[in-house]
């Protein structure tokens, strides 16, 4: 080797050297920051910091007990402030103490770990179950069959039916007494996207913590069902972010002005003639007509003249292509009709008549205003539709009569 002075040598050498490090920052510092920028990521995307609870994705998880220990730490805080453009290290006096290992669950212990391990690829993780999604999973393997599904069934179908046509609604939970006093008889949810009806609950009992809860039987629209604790279902319920729970069935504003009636013989000069409640008795010979001819009624509502809408009956299938009986009517005033005729057809849902038949063409056509209701239950809903009472109740078809929403 030929004589070289030491700057000759010095240059030579620098060729192999490490590069420095941007900024002069240790390998640790380097995760440090590379860490910080994932939760500041996050925050762009979902507009807040991450948080804890086991509700919560596995990754926002990690990110949350991340962001704690660097708040902890003065020498993280110290590091990461100039590049704290969405004040996430702020509040961190206050910071509670870091959990031990034997503290921490599952997911925050994995978090501490992968924060131990450097950078690693727990993030592109496939199919990790949540906690939640792993009791979501527990509740439905506990349901059973419901065996009796075919009473509980025309309930949850006509729920599906007023939801889509306005008459119900969906309102988010709430984590509180009142979504509690929600879970109650005659109820409907839609939780793990399935409607689910409240059948009976138990009496109310007061737990070892000192908390009163009650048993709740629950039937699903897959026909299963449980029967749980009520703060247990409110638990599920509050998981599921998607869950929601649905709305009593409203008229209104069935009346344009609830202080009139909509009855001829209580009306004012200004009130308006909007349409007729109007029920028939069918003439046809059909066999299963005939056998029920006294309790089957057709009920309807119209905004024109009830002989004029009759009058070609035994063309139409909505009349079961017979001619029929005018048995009633009743004269409506300031009335949205069409929320009236879908309430009434709600609550005689169970004693719908199934019956199938062809019309001119020999297409089969399937009536849906044909109810096997008594005369004296009907005059009894027109009675309740002018007290305003009448969206509180279901038609029992056992006992022959209206009964209070959940208690059949």
Request: some cysteine; overall charge negative.
């Amino acid at each position: 080797m030929s004589d070289i002075d030491l700057d000759e040598l010095r240059a030579e050498l620098g060729d192999f050297a490490q590069p420095e490090k941007k900024g002069g920052r240790t390998a640790r510092e380097e995760r440090i920051i590379a860490g910080f920028e994932e939760i500041q990521r996050f925050v762009d995307q979902h507009g807040g910091a991450p948080q804890h609870g086991e509700e919560r994705d596995i990754f926002e998880r990690i990110y949350a007990v991340r962001l704690d220990r660097l708040r902890a730490l003065e020498e993280c805080r110290s590091l990461l402030a100039p590049l704290d453009r969405q004040g996430l290290l702020s509040g961190a006096e206050s910071v509670a103490p870091m959990p031990t290992a034997d503290e921490m669950d599952d997911d925050e212990l994995l978090a501490e770990l992968e924060g131990a391990a450097g950078t690693s690829d727990i993030t592109t993780l496939r199919h990790v179950r949540t906690a939640a999604e792993k009791r979501a999973a527990e509740e439905i393997a506990n349901r059973e069959k419901c065996e009796d599904f075919e009473q509980f069934q025309p309930l949850i179908e006509q729920a599906k039916r007023e939801l889509k046509d306005g008459i119900r609604s969906t309102r988010v939970i709430d984590n509180n007494e009142n979504s509690l006093a929600e879970i109650k008889p005659g109820a409907f949810f839609i939780v793990g996207g399935q409607f689910a009806y409240v059948a009976s609950e138990s009496e109310t009992f007061t737990t070892q913590y000192e908390r009163n809860d009650r048993r709740v039987r629950t039937i699903y629209d897959n026909a299963t069902e449980a029967t749980v604790l009520a703060r247990s279902f409110q638990k599920s319920l509050y998981r599921d972010t998607s869950a929601r729970r649905i709305s009593d069935p409203e008229a209104g504003p069935l009346f344009v002005r609830e202080e009139r009636s909509p009855f001829t013989g209580q009306t004012e000069e200004d009130d308006l003639a909007s349409g007729t409640i109007y029920v028939l008795r069918s003439k046809s010979d059909n066999p299963t007509v005939a056998a029920h001819r006294d309790i089957l009624h057709k009920i309807g509502v119209t905004g024109g003249d009830v002989n004029k809408r009759v009058a070609n009956a035994r063309l139409d299938p909505t009349f079961l292509l017979a001619d029929v009986e005018v048995v009633a009517t009743y004269t409506l005033f300031n009335v949205n009709r069409v929320k009236l005729e879908n309430v009434i057809h709600r609550i005689f849902a169970p004693a719908q008549l199934n019956i199938e038949i062809k019309d001119r063409f020999g297409n089969p056509v399937v009536p849906r205003e044909w109810f096997l209701v008594p005369r004296f239950v009907i005059d009894d809903a027109v009675e309740k539709i002018k007290d305003g009472t009448i969206t509180g109740y279901i038609y029992d078809v056992q006992s022959a009569r209206l009964t209070p929403r959940g208690t059949s």
